[in-house]
């Protein structure tokens, strides 16, 4: 059974850092994208990160370019999101996504067949 693990959210004060990570279980990923959604309160899942099969390649939301980064580890597997100069406004659930499809470039929501169960990242004031 493939399964995504997240860890690393929390609760931080505004301006902190936080580092997510995705390690995947019973599947290898390493020639598939991955990258990293989030769901806030009433509103829908959207991409915050992606990389590529190469982890070349990186697709960010506007609103964290510059704050956040994503990267893979050097067997290509696990998937890292690090999170800095934390808004009140990233405040939501985080969830780590893969596809089956092979060498991807791009990850948008239609292609994710793997999510996380998800981990809560809260920004106070």
């Known amino acids: 059974q493939v399964r995504l693990v997240e860890s690393g959210g929390g609760l931080v004060q505004a301006g902190g850092s936080l580092r997510l990570s995705c390690a995947p279980s019973?599947?290898?990923?390493?020639?598939?994208?991955m990258g990293w959604f989030r769901q806030a309160p009433g509103k829908a899942r959207q991409s915050v990160a992606t990389?590529?099969?190469?982890?070349?390649?990186?697709n960010y939301a506007d609103s964290v370019k510059g704050r956040f980064t994503i990267s893979r580890d050097n067997a290509g597997n696990t998937v890292y999101l690090q999170m800095n100069n934390l808004k009140p406004e990233d405040t939501a659930v985080y969830y780590c996504?893969?596809?089956?499809?092979?060498?991807?470039?791009?990850?948008?929501?239609?292609?994710?067949?793997?999510w996380g169960p998800g981990t809560q990242v809260t920004v106070s004031l």
């Open positions: 019973g599947h290898t990923f390493e020639g598939n994208a």
């Open positions: 990389l590529d099969w190469s982890g070349t390649v990186t």
């Open positions: 996504a893969a596809t089956a499809r092979y060498r991807t470039t791009t990850l948008p929501i239609s292609w994710v067949d793997y």
